[in-house]
């Protein structure tokens, strides 16, 4: 079964303390890596796509790299308006499916 | 930019009521799913849809129908409203197998 894991729950971190939210996923053949932002009352605001292991893609403060069994969300010298939940998906296993499975996410609050 | 739209921000409905919560995509996706997000659950997935008039069962359908007669547009319907829908509803579209983009959110409250 596909499965998508995030750790931590929540992290709360001082402003300009950099640390790293983690996705670890278990899918046949990954087609696919997707991280989301999540504001209160808001739909989810996509951020980045990974598709192959060592890719990286940069925003900002925010840097996502993927291996083979898990993705990385590096968060370089938070603001608090980087607080937020922080979601990732992948594609379900099979052929043309377009359905995505998410993670419960990690919340991330950033003290001033 | 991709634009999803959902209908309401806020609706208060009774219960036995039949409810219609309307999204509209601005960017030709072909796929269109209709998720509910609650504390603790994270999102679920009631109905997705990949084509004009085609519909697929998503993990929590009972309760909820769809209606899809434009592309751009994705209905779910909750055929007789009860307490336990009340909950966050979040469409989203996609192109093929890319990310999903999502639209405000629909907060329901059913007295």
């Known amino acids: 079964e596909d499965q998508v894991t995030q750790s931590p729950e929540a992290l709360r971190l001082q402003e300009g303390e950099s640390s790293s939210l983690n996705c670890s996923y278990t899918?046949?053949?990954?087609?696919?890596l997707f991280w989301y932002r999540q504001d209160p009352g808001k739909g989810p605001e996509f951020l980045f796509t990974?598709?192959?292991a060592g890719e990286e893609k940069e925003k900002e403060r925010l840097k996502a790299t993927l291996t083979k069994k898990e993705s990385f969300l590096h968060i370089t010298a938070p603001k608090p308006e980087d607080s937020a939940t922080y979601l990732c998906a992948v594609p379900i296993s099979g052929a043309g499916s377009y359905q995505l499975t998410f993670g419960k996410g990690t919340k991330l609050s950033v003290i001033p | 930019d991709v634009k999803v739209t959902q209908s309401s921000r806020y609706l208060v409905k009774r219960t036995g009521e039949k409810v219609f919560l309307e999204c509209v995509q601005d960017?030709?996706?072909?796929?269109m799913f209709w998720y509910r997000q609650d504390p603790g659950l994270g999102l679920r997935l009631i109905y997705f849809s990949y084509d004009v008039k085609m519909k697929e069962k998503g993990d929590i359908p009972e309760g909820y129908s769809v209606s899809r007669e434009k592309k751009e547009r994705f209905s779910l319907i909750l055929e007789s409203a009860s307490t336990n829908q009340t909950s966050m509803y979040l469409c989203?579209?996609?192109?093929?197998?890319?990310?999903?983009?999502f639209g405000d959110g629909t907060r329901l409250s059913i007295l």
């Open positions: 960017m030709d996706h072909e796929n």
């Open positions: 990974l598709y192959s």
């Open positions: 899918v046949s053949g990954l087609r696919g």
């Open positions: 989203a579209s996609s192109l093929s197998a890319g990310p999903q983009h």
